[in-house]
Nanobody
Framework: QVKLVESGGGLVQAGGSLRLSCAAS????????MAWFRQAPGKEREFVAA???????YYAASVKGRFTISRDNAENTVYLQLSSLKPEDTAVYYC????????????????????WGQGTQVTVAS
């Protein structure tokens, strides 16, 4: 079972930037699509962005053009660069690993992901 550990969250002013990291251990990271989800207080967890095992990316409409997902397979790490942050981006951000080996599709539903990190809090002040 892969272990995922997020870091990089914090408090930032609206319009600011943060970079989140998710370090993976215990699995074959380079063979799996990875994703970021977020959960705001009182709301359901929602898909944010995904990156395929071979580097293609996919974004939720609400973050496209502001957030960038990337991965470093040599470091077993996936990143999420958050820019032009808005108060509505405030949430706990989670990384997750797709259940399917070298999946050819991006999944936005949580049940397609088998491993999750503990989350990192991002708070955007207005």
């Amino acid at each position: 079972q892969v272990k995922l550990v997020e870091s990089g969250g914090g408090l930032v002013q609206a319009g600011g930037s943060l970079r989140l990291s998710c370090a993976a251990s215990g699995g074959t990271f380079s063979n799996y699509n990875m994703a970021w989800f977020r959960q705001a207080p009182g709301k359901e967890r929602e898909f944010v962005a995904a990156i395929s095992w071979n580097g293609s990316t996919y974004y939720a409409a609400s973050v496209k053009g502001r957030f960038t997902i990337s991965r470093d397979n040599a470091e077993n790490t996936v990143y999420l660069q958050l820019s032009s942050l808005k108060p509505e981006d405030t949430a706990v951000y989670y990384c997750a690993e797709d259940r399917t080996y070298r999946s050819a599709r991006f999944h936005t539903a949580q049940n397609f992901y088998g491993s999750w990190g503990q989350g990192t809090q991002v708070t955007v002040a207005s």
